[in-house]
T-cell receptor
Framework: RKEVEQDPGPFNVPEGATVAFNCTYSNSASQSFFWYRQDCRKEPKLLMSVYSSGNEDGRFTAQLNRASQYISLLIRDSKLSDSATYLC????????????FGTGTSLTVIP | EPEVTQTPSHQVTQMGQEVILRCVPISNHLYFYWYRQILGQKVEFLVS????????KSEIFDDQFSVERPDGSNFTLKIRSTKLEDSAMYFCASGGVLAKNIQYFGAGTRLSVL
């Protein structure tokens, strides 16, 4: 079973739309969760951390549900520049630090 | 803004050769990572490194791979006897002490094995 699972999409939405991505993780021992953004052939860049209380950064809202092992990302008022692949990431620290990446969800915002 | 730098940006090698991918993490960071991303696939964790030793490694990180921090600034990934399927983008990342679960990625090295 994959550590982190995401719907790969693609999601094609018009400018101004609201779009939501979902992610599930399998290991209840995972401690922290993140959304990263990856542009084509570029490195992943941290978009935001995800907390059980929910957190918002401008047009982006992330939410963690530990009971359901479920993570979400909501993007409001989509911009053309939001087009990218969004990666769900779980972090676990046992003997060391390990990050588990989902396959990513592709978003294209259409003019 | 401090950044993780990786060299070279593109490495071409013949099957069976050894390659060394280089990374300079952010200067005051203590946690270091290597990842692999085969074209069109997900980012895969290879290894994490802390206090001059490997702290975690994945199943991918077998005897073909090794990491080293030869001095105070560089963090290298050596791949011995490269195979065609080693062709991928290799990303280095580093993290600080205060927030070790926050990592910053380099721009990556594209490895092409011919």
């Amino acid at each position: 079973r994959k550590e982190v699972e995401q719907d790969p999409g693609p999601f094609n939405v018009p400018e101004g739309a609201t779009v939501a991505f979902n992610c599930t993780y399998s290991n209840s021992a995972s401690q922290s969760f993140f959304w990263y953004r990856q542009d084509c052939r570029k490195e992943p860049k941290l978009l935001m951390s995800v907390y059980s209380s929910g957190n918002e950064d401008g047009r982006f809202t992330a939410q963690l549900n530990r009971a359901s092992q479920y993570i979400s990302l909501l993007i409001r008022d989509s911009k053309l520049s939001d087009s990218a692949t969004y990666l769900c990431v779980a972090y676990k620290s046992n003997t060391g630090n390990q990050f588990y990446f989902g396959t990513g969800t592709s978003l294209t915002v259409i003019p | 803004e401090p950044e993780v730098t990786q060299t070279p940006s593109h490495q071409v090698t013949q099957m069976g050769q050894e390659v060394i991918l280089r990374c300079v993490p952010i200067s005051n960071h203590l946690y270091f990572y290597w990842y692999r991303q085969i074209l069109g696939q997900k980012v895969e964790f290879l290894v994490s490194f802390y206090n001059n030793e490997i702290s975690e490694k994945s199943e991918i990180f077998d005897d073909q791979f090794s990491v080293e921090r030869p001095d105070g600034s560089n963090f290298t990934l050596k791949i011995r006897s490269t195979k065609l399927e080693d062709s991928a983008m290799y990303f280095c990342a580093s993290g600080g002490v205060l927030a070790k679960n926050i990592q910053y990625f380099g721009a990556g090295t594209r490895l092409s094995v011919l």
